[in-house]
Protein backbone atom coordinates (compact mmCIF):
# COMPACT_ATOMS: atom_id res chain seq x y z
CA UNK A 1 0.00 0.00 0.00
CA UNK A 2 1.16 3.68 -0.88
CA UNK A 3 -0.01 6.69 0.31
CA UNK A 4 0.55 9.76 -1.36
CA UNK A 5 0.34 13.34 0.10
CA UNK A 6 0.88 16.42 -2.49
CA UNK A 7 1.95 19.89 -0.98
CA UNK A 8 3.36 23.30 -2.41
CA UNK A 9 0.49 24.15 -4.97
CA UNK A 10 -0.76 27.81 -5.01
CA UNK A 11 -1.11 31.29 -6.33
CA UNK A 12 1.07 32.37 -8.54
CA UNK A 13 1.69 35.42 -11.64
CA UNK A 14 2.44 33.75 -14.90
CA UNK A 15 6.38 33.93 -15.29
CA UNK A 16 6.53 32.75 -12.18
CA UNK A 17 7.47 29.18 -10.66
CA UNK A 18 6.51 26.51 -7.95
CA UNK A 19 7.98 23.13 -6.75
CA UNK A 20 5.62 20.50 -5.79
CA UNK A 21 6.14 17.71 -3.21
CA UNK A 22 4.57 14.50 -3.39
CA UNK A 23 5.09 12.88 -0.06
CA UNK A 24 4.69 8.75 -0.05
CA UNK A 25 4.39 6.06 2.35
CA UNK A 26 5.18 2.84 1.72
CA UNK A 27 7.55 0.13 0.96
CA UNK A 28 7.21 -0.16 -2.20
CA UNK A 29 7.62 3.79 -3.42
CA UNK A 30 11.25 3.70 -4.26
CA UNK A 31 10.76 0.91 -6.70
CA UNK A 32 7.52 2.24 -8.50
CA UNK A 33 7.34 4.69 -11.30
CA UNK A 34 5.68 8.16 -10.10
CA UNK A 35 3.78 10.49 -11.96
CA UNK A 36 2.13 14.22 -12.36
CA UNK A 37 -1.48 14.50 -13.42
CA UNK A 38 -3.27 17.58 -13.54
CA UNK A 39 -7.50 18.47 -14.07
CA UNK A 40 -8.86 21.65 -15.35
CA UNK A 41 -11.98 22.92 -14.13
CA UNK A 42 -14.41 21.15 -17.10
CA UNK A 43 -11.38 19.34 -18.58
CA UNK A 44 -10.38 15.36 -18.22
CA UNK A 45 -7.49 14.57 -16.15
CA UNK A 46 -4.16 14.78 -18.25
CA UNK A 47 -0.71 13.39 -17.96
CA UNK A 48 2.10 15.74 -17.15
CA UNK A 49 4.92 14.11 -16.31
CA UNK A 50 6.39 10.61 -15.23
CA UNK A 51 10.35 9.21 -13.52
CA UNK A 52 11.15 5.85 -13.50
CA UNK A 53 12.18 4.29 -9.82
CA UNK A 54 16.21 5.19 -10.43
CA UNK A 55 15.43 8.62 -10.99
CA UNK A 56 17.00 7.94 -15.01
CA UNK A 57 14.56 7.97 -17.30
CA UNK A 58 11.32 10.87 -17.64
CA UNK A 59 9.15 11.79 -19.98
CA UNK A 60 6.93 14.94 -20.33
CA UNK A 61 3.47 16.11 -21.41
CA UNK A 62 4.47 18.32 -25.12
CA UNK A 63 2.53 21.23 -23.27
CA UNK A 64 5.27 21.34 -20.17
CA UNK A 65 8.83 19.57 -21.78
CA UNK A 66 11.21 22.56 -21.31
CA UNK A 67 9.35 24.40 -18.78
CA UNK A 68 8.74 21.28 -16.13
CA UNK A 69 11.16 19.02 -14.24
CA UNK A 70 10.62 16.16 -12.43
CA UNK A 71 12.86 14.63 -9.83
CA UNK A 72 12.83 12.25 -7.12
CA UNK A 73 14.77 11.30 -3.80
CA UNK A 74 13.79 7.68 -2.80
CA UNK A 75 15.95 8.59 0.49
CA UNK A 76 13.16 11.06 1.77
CA UNK A 77 10.14 9.08 -0.01
CA UNK A 78 9.69 12.32 -2.31
CA UNK A 79 8.77 13.08 -5.62
CA UNK A 80 8.85 17.15 -6.89
CA UNK A 81 7.95 18.90 -10.10
CA UNK A 82 9.61 22.09 -11.02
CA UNK A 83 7.10 24.44 -12.35
CA UNK A 84 8.89 27.22 -14.47
CA UNK A 85 7.83 29.73 -16.69
CA UNK A 86 4.06 28.85 -15.88
CA UNK A 87 1.07 30.34 -18.17
CA UNK A 88 -2.13 30.69 -16.72
CA UNK A 89 -3.44 27.56 -19.08
CA UNK A 90 -1.58 25.84 -16.78
CA UNK A 91 -3.61 26.11 -13.46
CA UNK A 92 -5.17 23.03 -12.56
CA UNK A 93 -5.46 20.55 -9.79
CA UNK A 94 -2.24 18.76 -9.39
CA UNK A 95 -1.96 14.90 -8.83
CA UNK A 96 0.82 12.80 -7.71
CA UNK A 97 0.23 9.01 -8.61
CA UNK A 98 2.30 5.85 -8.08
CA UNK A 99 2.28 2.82 -10.20
CA UNK A 100 3.14 -0.96 -8.78
CA UNK A 101 6.62 -2.33 -8.86
CA UNK A 102 6.95 -2.63 -12.30
CA UNK A 103 7.23 -0.13 -14.90
CA UNK A 104 4.17 0.16 -17.27
CA UNK A 105 4.78 1.62 -20.82
CA UNK A 106 1.35 3.27 -21.02
CA UNK A 107 2.72 5.82 -18.78
CA UNK A 108 0.42 8.36 -20.23
CA UNK A 109 -2.86 6.95 -18.51
CA UNK A 110 -4.36 7.29 -15.18
CA UNK A 111 -5.11 3.41 -15.73
CA UNK A 112 -0.92 2.62 -14.98
CA UNK A 113 -1.26 3.91 -11.57
CA UNK A 114 -2.54 1.94 -8.68
CA UNK A 115 -2.04 4.65 -6.63
CA UNK A 116 -2.90 8.81 -5.89
CA UNK A 117 -2.91 11.22 -4.02
CA UNK A 118 -5.60 14.22 -2.94
CA UNK A 119 -4.26 16.66 -5.22
CA UNK A 120 -3.42 20.26 -4.80
CA UNK A 121 -4.45 23.08 -6.82
CA UNK A 122 -2.22 25.70 -8.78
CA UNK A 123 -3.35 28.90 -9.83
CA UNK A 124 -1.49 30.76 -12.10
CA UNK A 125 -3.16 34.71 -12.61
CA UNK A 126 -2.11 36.77 -15.82
Known amino acids: QVQLVESGGGLVQAGGSLRLSCAAS????????MGWFRQAPGNDREFVAV????????YYADSVKGRFTISRDNAKNTVYLQMNSLKPNDTAVYYC???????????????????WGQGTQVTVSS
Open 51 to 58: IDWSGGTT
Open 26 to 33: GRTFSRSA
Open 97 to 115: AAQGPYWRSNYYHESSYNY
